[in-house]
């Protein structure tokens, strides 16, 4: 085995949690002089201006009208795997979110036989606790994700729920990796001017709450505007809301209707808001359900404490009293209070902050991250 690996990711190209965690992997890979290869639907978020790091394979599909609507993406995605293996002799296939890019690695190594490279599949959340376990798509999730090579999570959470879930055995090995964040990229710069530029009337000491996410009804965007109301109420602040999905224009719709839409920003989805997210004061995460959360994560590396629901994998990363609240799922009365604490009390305040800030370079920096996902690919290189 050469030192230097050949490695490919898969993911799904659009905003979101998995995507960004898989092109950070391939991108630090890259960076420790490895070759690394995307094969993907379409160019990833984060690696738009990266692509001379990295080698980029499209997956299209044929647009023969038969085959419209039919779902042909994992068949494709598996003959391009099959291709690029081939002509790349890949070590490793490191697929991220298990329905269907796990299925489609199987079949590609169906086809390699003893060509195949080695098959990491990362689950996300969604893969297991919405999709993955759905009837419709369990039997070749669960069968897909039993013959990879070696599977992660990032979180103990997920690995619970991923072996109950499915009915797979505890002892079926599953390796936690905890989500990281790149920690240079998102600090503790307080520059206010990012939100004054959103809300020109920004008084100096007004509370500015923040939220990112896809929109989709599992992460409460309700909750996000009931806290924001209630909150208001006692403290005039200020809410920004980042990304886009269905439950935007809801959102948006209820902050007219009460008459808050001056102390409301929509910015839909923003490749880079590293800025905006440290000049925040309080990070709001009210989802139903978290297999991480890793915009929380950016958060907290930005000194922003965060108050979520206490769901899924986010108590791994947000300590209750700590570095932000956690209550339960729709709780916002409880939420509200809780930001009231952290926006009241300049000094709390700070303490979570400072002390968001040190446990996130204590556990989530993305060294010793990548090292473990090196160290993973080597060890079944070894075994191979
Ligand atoms: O729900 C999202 O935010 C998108 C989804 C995805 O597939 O990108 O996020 C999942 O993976 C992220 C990265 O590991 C996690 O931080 C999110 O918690 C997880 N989402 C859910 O579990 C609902």
């Known amino acids: 085995m050469s030192a230097r690996l050949n490695l490919a990711i898969t993911c799904f190209p659009t905003f979101g949690g998995s995507g960004m965690v898989a092109t950070e992997i391939g991108l630090a890979m890259a960076e420790r002089g490895h070759r690394v290869h995307f094969i993907a639907r379409d160019l990833p978020v984060r690696l738009h201006g990266m692509t001379r790091k990295v080698i980029f394979h499209e997956v299209t599909e044929s647009d023969y009208p038969a085959l419209s609507h039919s779902g042909t993406y994992p068949l494709a995605l598996a003959s391009k795997m099959i291709e690029v293996s081939s002509y790349e002799k890949l070590d490793i296939l490191h697929v991220h979110y298990a329905v269907p890019h796990a299925t489609a690695a199987w079949m590609a190594r169906e086809v390699l036989g003893d060509k195949s490279p080695r098959?990491?599949?990362?689950?996300?959340?969604?893969?297991?606790?919405?999709?993955?376990?759905?009837?419709?798509?369990?039997?070749?999730?669960r069968f897909s994700i039993l013959r990879s090579d070696a599977v992660t999570t990032p979180s103990e959470?997920?690995?619970?729920?991923?072996?109950?879930?499915?009915?797979?055995?505890?002892?079926?090995?599953?390796?936690?990796?905890?989500?990281?964040?790149?920690?240079?990229?998102?600090?503790?710069?307080?520059?206010?001017?990012?939100?004054?530029?959103?809300?020109?009337?920004?008084?100096?000491?007004?509370?500015?709450?923040?939220?990112?996410?896809?929109?989709?009804?599992?992460k409460r965007i309700g909750d996000v505007v009931s806290v924001f109301e209630a909150v208001?109420?006692?403290?005039?602040?200020?809410?920004?809301?980042?990304?886009?999905?269905?439950?935007?224009?809801?959102?948006?719709?209820?902050?007219?209707?009460?008459?808050?839409?001056?102390?409301?920003?929509?910015?839909?989805?923003?490749?880079?808001?590293?800025?905006?997210?440290?000049?925040?004061?309080?990070?709001?995460?009210?989802?139903?359900?978290?297999?991480?959360?890793?915009?929380?994560?950016?958060?907290?590396?930005?000194?922003?404490?965060?108050?979520?629901?206490?769901?899924?994998?986010?108590?791994?990363?947000?300590q209750h009293g700590t570095?932000?609240?956690?209550?339960?799922?729709?709780?916002?009365?409880?939420?509200?209070?809780?930001?009231?604490?952290?926006?009241?009390?300049?000094?709390?305040?700070?303490?979570?902050?400072?002390?968001?800030?040190?446990?996130?370079?204590?556990?989530?920096q993305l060294a010793p991250a990548i090292d473990r996902y090196e160290a993973l690919y080597r060890r079944l290189l070894e075994g191979a």
Not at 119 to 141: A, R
Not at 187 to 202: C, D, I, M, S
Not at 251 to 264: D, N, P, Q, T, Y
């Open 157 to 218: 959470f997920l690995r619970r729920a991923t072996w109950d879930g499915f009915g797979i055995p505890d002892t079926f090995p599953i390796d936690v990796i905890p989500n990281f964040v790149d920690t240079e990229r998102y600090r503790p710069v307080r520059n206010r001017a990012h939100l004054r530029q959103l809300f020109p009337g920004l008084a100096e000491n007004e509370p500015v709450l923040i939220h990112v996410s896809n929109f989709r009804p599992v």
């Open 119 to 141: 098959i990491v599949t990362t689950l996300h959340g969604t893969d297991t606790t919405l999709v993955g376990t759905d009837p419709t798509y369990l039997p070749i999730t």
């Open 232 to 318: 208001q109420r006692k403290r005039p602040c200020r809410l920004v809301m980042i990304g886009d999905g269905p439950e935007r224009s809801p959102a948006e719709r209820r902050i007219r209707e009460c008459g808050l839409e001056h102390r409301a920003a929509f910015l839909g989805k923003q490749e880079s808001f590293a800025e905006i997210l440290a000049a925040a004061d309080v990070f709001l995460l009210p989802s139903e359900q978290e297999s991480f959360g890793l915009a929380a994560l950016e958060a907290l590396s930005c000194g922003i404490p965060v108050v979520a629901s206490n769901i899924g994998g986010i108590p791994e990363q947000v």
């Open 323 to 364: 570095t932000g609240y956690l209550a339960p799922v729709g709780d916002v009365e409880a939420m509200a209070n809780h930001v009231l604490e952290l926006v009241r009390d300049l000094d709390r305040w700070r303490i979570f902050s400072r002390r968001a800030r040190e446990h996130v370079l204590e556990h989530f």
